[in-house]
T-cell receptor, first 112, second 115 residues
Framework: AQSVTQLGSHVSVSEGALVLLRCNYSSSVPPYLFWYVQYPNQGLQLLLKYTSAATLVKGINGFEAEFKKSETSFHLTKPSAHMSDAAEYFCAVSARTDKLIFGTGTRLQVFP | EAGVAQSPRYKIIEKRQSVAFWCNPISGHATLYWYQQILGQGPKLLIQFQNNGVVDDSQLPKDRFSAERLKGVDSTLKIQPAKLEDSAVYLC?????????????FGSGTRLTVV
């Protein structure tokens, strides 16, 4: 069975500061891992995905994530936060041919 | 390409009433998913269709929820009768096939409030 744990339901950063959103996964098989972003009253938008190629994955809007098998982690980072990054972020895992399992989400607030 | 269309965007009903949601996936996408997103939680899969057949409905409360995908295109999700705990956003997603986890496209969702 697969699961993900997102540490911290709320994260606040200042504009220009580093963004770090944490995700740990559990999977009985080599996983596919994803980060999605959700803006208010909108659906989920794919930020990036890991599918067993390069362990450092670059996504849209300057975000990237690193797959660390030894730590079972897939943390999302962005070097410099922008006001427009304020949203809900979801980590998700899939056993490749199976459905997406989502974490509980992390709400990112960006202060000027 | 057009995205996943869902309607209505918002719905308010009283408990014990019935409600239906509609989803039109991206053209050519064989797999369709309905997710339930309760406030403060991540989306949870309710049902997955491959064309017009059900692949996974293990988390669908079948005593009150039903879903169909006639002709392998549009889909409807129905709740009858609704309970207060059904208040949530119902998200529809589609992908080329069940193994295309690269390419889930989500609709904007239907926000249901049960009072």
């Amino acid at each position: 069975a697969q699961s993900v744990t997102q540490l911290g339901s709320h994260v606040s950063v200042s504009e220009g500061a580093l963004v770090l959103l944490r995700c740990n996964y559990s999977s009985s098989v080599p996983p596919y891992l994803f980060w999605y972003v959700q803006y208010p009253n909108q659906g989920l938008q794919l930020l990036l995905k890991y599918t067993s190629a390069a362990t450092l994955v670059k996504g849209i809007n300057g975000f990237e994530a690193e797959f660390k098998k030894s730590e079972t982690s897939f943390h999302l980072t962005k070097p410099s936060a922008h006001m427009s990054d304020a949203a809900e972020y979801f980590c998700a895992v899939s056993a490749r041919t199976d459905k997406l399992i989502f974490g509980t989400g992390t709400r990112l607030q960006v202060f000027p | 390409e057009a995205g996943v269309a869902q309607s209505p965007r918002y719905k308010i009903i009283e408990k014990r009433q019935s409600v239906a949601f509609w989803c039109n996936p991206i053209s050519g996408h064989a797999t369709l998913y309905w997710y339930q997103q309760i406030l403060g939680q991540g989306p949870k899969l309710l049902i997955q269709f491959q064309n017009n057949g059900v692949v996974d409905d293990s988390q669908l409360p079948k005593d009150r929820f039903s879903a169909e995908r006639l002709k392998g295109v549009d889909s409807t999700l129905k709740i009858q009768p609704a309970k207060l705990e059904d208040s949530a956003v119902y998200l529809c997603a589609s992908s080329l096939d069940a193994w295309d986890t690269y390419g889930y496209t989500f609709g904007s969702g239907t926000r249901l409030t049960v009072v």
